[in-house]
Nanobody, 116 residues
């Protein structure tokens, strides 16, 4: 069973920055594709960014150039650095671990609110 715990959310003004963290229970990054998703009020959950075991990254068009996903294998931690935040980035952000063979796991989420 994989456990994922997000942190780092909060209230930030438009144009500001935040860094989210996702700590995984154990050394799973070599087995799973790790990702960040978000769900805004009244909307479906959507992918934000993901990073493969080999370090390949991919981003939603809406965050390209503003968000960066990274991971520290030694710390079993994945990060999402978010810059130039916009009100439309307001959402609950979820950490995800996915493997066809091993399963699909979610954290409980961390709320990001972008507002003046």
């Amino acid at each position: 069973q994989v456990q994922l715990v997000e942190s780092g959310g909060g209230l930030v003004q438009p144009g500001g920055s935040l860094r989210l963290s996702c700590v995984a229970s154990g050394s799973i990054f070599s087995l799973y594709r790790m990702g960040w998703y978000r769900q805004a009020p009244g909307k479906q959950r959507e992918v934000v960014a993901w990073i493969t075991s080999g370090g390949y990254t991919n981003y939603a068009d809406s965050v390209k150039g503003r968000f960066t996903v990274s991971k520290d294998n030694a710390k079993n931690t994945m990060y999402l650095s978010m810059n130039s935040l916009k009100p439309e980035d307001t959402a609950v952000y979820y950490c995800n671990a996915f493997s066809v063979a091993m399963g699909n796991y979610w954290g409980t989420g961390t709320l990001v609110t972008v507002s003046s």
